[in-house]
């Protein structure tokens, strides 16, 4: 990606970002989770944008690489909390509570439904492996955290078993679909109401935590305000 001023626009500002890149995303991030990756031109996003296509090049040489910008968007903040929180002096209940916490806001709080292209047939392409391998590094600190908290719940330190510990990653990232079904009218809204708290407390239910989570609830906080991720970056 350039960040250099390019040629003049064509209009004033019409979308939200303090750079043209920032605002060619924005606009990328509408059409790609509205209209579709493959029905989305780079010539459409431009003039979402007020800018010349070829200004567009300028910056991103391809509609793949402003689909990988979104994406990194998606992931790295994420994965930056989860590995502040593997090292955190915290049980991992309330580590695996906070992660879940911070990435459900970040899922259900950007502008756009980013989560939603996880599912484009074109993620299989060598172009986004270093997208791939940082969604699994942060599905591997969702494993880790999830084998540490049942242990702390149940006090058997035997291995989890990989269906089991894979439940909180996929918890959290149900909030992608729930997203989607809010957004088209399915299911009452707004969808960051409440899901947040509400999925990460899933996350401990689904290993065996019984006991209210008050407690978990208030640590979980404060240990996000310690670590610095009280108000994720947006996907």
Known sequence: MTTGPGRPRLTSQRR?????????????????????????????????????????????????????????????????????LTDAAAPATVRLHALATYDVTQLTTTRWNLGALYLLPELLTDRFEPFRTQRTLLRGHYRQLADRALTEITGDSGSISPALADLPFRIVESAIATRADIERGLLPGPENEGAAGLLADACLRTLGWTAPLDEIRAKSRALLAETGGGTPLHR
């Not at 029905?39 to 402003?66: C, D, W």
């Open 16 to 84: 939200p970002g303090q750079t043209t890149p920032e605002e060619i995303l924005d606009a990328a991030g509408e059409l790609f989770t509205t209209k579709g990756f493959a029905a989305t031109s780079t010539r459409l996003i431009a003039e979402m944008v007020g800018i010349r296509q070829a200004s567009l090049y300028h910056h991103f040489p391809n509609k793949e690489e402003i689909l990988a910008a979104l994406l990194e968007e998606t992931v790295s903040p994420a994965l930056a909390a989860a590995e502040r």
